[in-house]
């Protein structure tokens, strides 16, 4: 069973940055496409971005586009990342968990970290 694990979260002044990092247990994390999802206060948990096994391809949610960037370094099983321009609509608990697919979709995604929260004050 793997274990992920969030770490990065924090509070950050509107225009900041913070970068999330995700590390995952185990042998098999270069096997599996990685997702990060945020839950905001009152709402569910919704698509953030999400990197295929190799790092080639990605996908953001329209939200995010142009601001956040998904890594990963599968040497160090770990997928990361990096929030620039942070507005307060960013506040919510960011989760990372793995899929055999590279898909938005949350239900393709099991493994759930115990999420980092990030709040973005204005």
């Known amino acids: 069973q793997v274990q992920l694990v969030e770490s990065g979260g924090g509070l950050v002044q509107a225009g900041g940055s913070l970068r999330l990092s995700c590390a995952a247990s185990?042998?098999?994390?270069?096997?599996?496409?990685m997702g990060w999802f945020r839950q905001a206060p009152g709402k569910g948990r919704v698509f953030v971005a999400r990197?295929?096994?190799?790092?080639?391809?990605?996908e953001y949610a329209d939200a995010v586009k142009g601001r956040f960037t998904v890594s990963r370094d599968n040497a160090k099983s770990t997928v990361y990342l990096q929030m620039n321009n942070l507005v307060p609509e960013d506040t919510a608990v960011y989760y990372c968990?793995?899929?055999?697919?590279?898909?938005?979709?949350?239900?393709?995604?099991?493994?759930w970290g115990q999420g980092t929260q990030v709040t973005v004050s204005s």
């Open positions: 990197i295929s096994r190799s790092g080639i391809s990605t």
């Open positions: 185990g042998r098999t994390f270069s096997l599996y496409a």
């Open positions: 968990a793995r899929s055999a697919v590279a898909t938005a979709n949350l239900r393709d995604y099991d493994g």
